[in-house]
């Protein structure tokens, strides 16, 4: 069994900033892409940012210059570090990784963390 767990998120004034964590347990055998997406009320779900093993990052054209991701795969973590934060970035963020148990690699999603960003 794997699991994705997010923290970091809550309420922010505009102009502030948050960082997300998402850890990943259990029998990992290895991990490959990680991201963030988010989804706001009436909307679907959209990428934010995606960090692979080795390679390029990727960012959605509505956060380049303000969010960053990282990951530390010693601790099977992922973070987003959102800077100049926006009242359209208010939604519920999911973490989203491609992990490889015996198995081949499977996506897991975590539960979600609400950003909310509001004066």
């Known amino acids: 069994q794997v699991q994705l767990v997010e923290s970091g998120g809550g309420l922010v004034q505009p102009g502030g900033s948050l960082r997300l964590s998402c850890v990943a347990s259990?029998?990992?055998?290895?991990?490959?892409?990680m991201g963030w997406y988010r989804q706001a009320p009436g909307k679907q779900r959209e990428l934010v940012a995606t960090r692979p093993r080795r390679g390029s990052t990727k960012y959605a054209d509505s956060v380049k210059g303000r969010f960053t991701i990282s990951r530390d795969n010693a601790k099977n973590t992922v973070y987003l570090q959102m800077n100049s934060l926006k009242p359209d970035d208010t939604a519920v963020y999911y973490c989203?990784?491609?992990?490889?148990?015996?198995?081949?690699?499977?996506?897991?999603w975590g539960q979600g963390t609400q950003v909310t960003v509001s004066s």
């Open positions: 989203n990784a491609a992990i490889s148990t015996i198995a081949p690699p499977v996506g897991y």
């Open positions: 259990g029998s990992i055998f290895s991990m490959y892409d």
